[in-house]
């Protein structure tokens, strides 16, 4: 039960319930990330972000480990956690992952350095289903998946090291079942909650601000640069249309 993986998902997941009338409607991922450079046996660098779509919810201090919210809505959604434990945990997480990883990475003569990404959350579906996930990345490519339907972890790249991670993960059953439920359950309970208290945030308006410059690229012609920032949500359509227009003379 004190698996280094087992206790992040604990830790950044806490247990919740949710109530869903007056969350926004659509799709919803939170998606939680870490990314971990190796510079040698002795030294390791860890970076962890969570986010609601694209929100940042909060992020771990690259030197204490401690956890800071981007948000005020964010801690008010989980109030059942117990911050100082969560964050206790954290750290010990750390320093098993960063054991488990230099172990295994020695035994295989694992050239340093090297970077593993981790990102493991939920989808929230408008039909209310939802969609657990988590990925390991190693240098960049895909190295490890958790196919959450056969509760096993899957292997992108065969090498020694996915393989020992892979046997590794696998070993815990106990582990595997509580993925399940954290992705399948409390991951998609917490959204709920902070679907409510992240409302306004989610639901905002910006509008976009436009700039135009202009280049020549030919003696005939006059390119027009437009460039928009700043909006909010995300997606947009833009009407294609050509850039060029004759230069006035
Ligand atoms: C490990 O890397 C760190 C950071 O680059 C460096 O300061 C340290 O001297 C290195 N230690 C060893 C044993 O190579
Ligand atoms: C809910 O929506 C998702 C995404 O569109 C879809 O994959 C899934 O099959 C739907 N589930 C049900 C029970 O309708
Ligand atoms: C989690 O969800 C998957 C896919 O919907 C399902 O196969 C699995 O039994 C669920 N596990 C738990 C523990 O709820
Ligand atoms: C996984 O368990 C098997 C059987 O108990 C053991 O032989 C193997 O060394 C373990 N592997 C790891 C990576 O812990």
Redesign the pocket.
Known sequence: MHHPLFLLLVLLLPGTWADPEGSPIGSFTVRLLQISTF?????VDTEGLGLLEDIELGALDKRTWNIHFYQPWVRPALPRSDWDTIENMIKIYLQKFSHLINDGASERDVPYPFVVQCVAGCELYPNRTSRAFAYVGYNGQDFLSYDVDLGKWILYEDTDLARYVQATLQNYTAFSELVQVLFNDTCVDDMELLLQYGKAALARREPPVATVFARAPGPAQLLLVCRVTGFYPRPISALPSSPFIPKPR
């Open positions: 510079q040698n046996t002795s030294s």
